[in-house]
């Protein structure tokens, strides 16, 4: 099972840039790594997923390294609304083991002002 | 719809009543999952459905625990006779490919709430 570690809460402020560290020694060739970002009272919401090296989208980027048994994602000066936990996944998006899909205890990122 | 959509988004249960959970997915995704969600913790994987087939329940915790997705659109949680630590959110995703390593789309939850 590709299980992943990350920080249990992180703080930062307004404006600043913020960076959540994923680790995954054990991620598999057709692994992809998937972000996923949850407020109080909701489900979670898809953030980014990718293979290697950068991927950027209007919300984030995550840097993946070549070895891949990590990954970061990086929110560009982050307002309080970013204020959330954040949940780093990893699994084939073509394999049929939902089961393999672990969540773990995510990111709690509390921003202030 | 636009979103997966879950009902209803609270309910209360006596110890030993049983409960039904909705899920509504997004239209035309093949496939569906149900989490329990602890307070505090990461959602937990119960079951999964591609289209009306259960292809795997190994995450429900007890044979109270039962799930169901007839026509492989609306799926229905159910738990049989409610007990305390049943209390929690009850999340439904549905995604358009066979795998939860895809994007899964998630509805609000249902909260349980035992007493």
């Known amino acids: 099972l590709a299980k992943t570690t990350q920080p249990i809460s992180m703080d930062s402020y307004e404006g600043q840039e913020v960076n959540i560290t994923c680790s995954h020694n054990?991620?598999?060739?057709?692994?992809?790594i998937t972000w996923y970002q949850q407020f109080p009272s909701q489900g979670p919401r898809f953030i980014i997923q990718?293979?290697?090296t950068k991927v950027t989208n209007e919300v984030a980027s995550l840097f993946i390294p070549a070895d891949r048994k990590s990954s970061t994602l990086s929110l560009p000066r982050v307002s309080l609304s970013d204020t959330a936990v954040y949940y780093c996944?990893?699994?084939?998006?073509?394999?049929?083991?939902?089961?393999?899909?672990?969540f773990g205890s995510g990111t709690r990122l509390s921003i202030r002002p | 719809g636009a979103g997966v959509s879950q009902s209803p988004r609270y309910k209360v249960a006596k110890r030993g009543q049983d409960v039904a959970l909705r899920c509504d997915p997004i239209?035309?995704?093949?496939?569906l999952f149900w989490y329990q969600q602890a307070l505090g913790q990461g959602p937990e994987f119960l079951t999964y459905?591609?289209?009306?087939?259960?292809?795997?329940k190994s995450g429900l915790p007890s044979d109270r625990f039962f799930a169901e997705r007839p026509e492989g659109s609306v799926s229905t949680l159910k738990i049989q006779r409610t007990q305390q630590e049943d209390s929690a959110v009850y999340l439904c995703?549905?995604?358009?490919?066979?795998?939860?390593?895809?994007?899964?789309?998630f509805g609000a939850g249902s909260r349980l709430t035992v007493l």
């Open positions: 990718g293979y290697k």
């Open positions: 459905f591609q289209n009306e087939a259960q292809l795997d």
């Open positions: 239209s035309g995704h093949v496939s």
């Open positions: 995703a549905s995604s358009v490919l066979s795998s939860g390593a895809n994007v899964l789309t």
């Open positions: 996944l990893v699994g084939d998006p073509l394999g049929s083991s939902a089961s393999k899909i672990i």
């Open positions: 054990n991620i598999a060739t057709n692994d992809y």
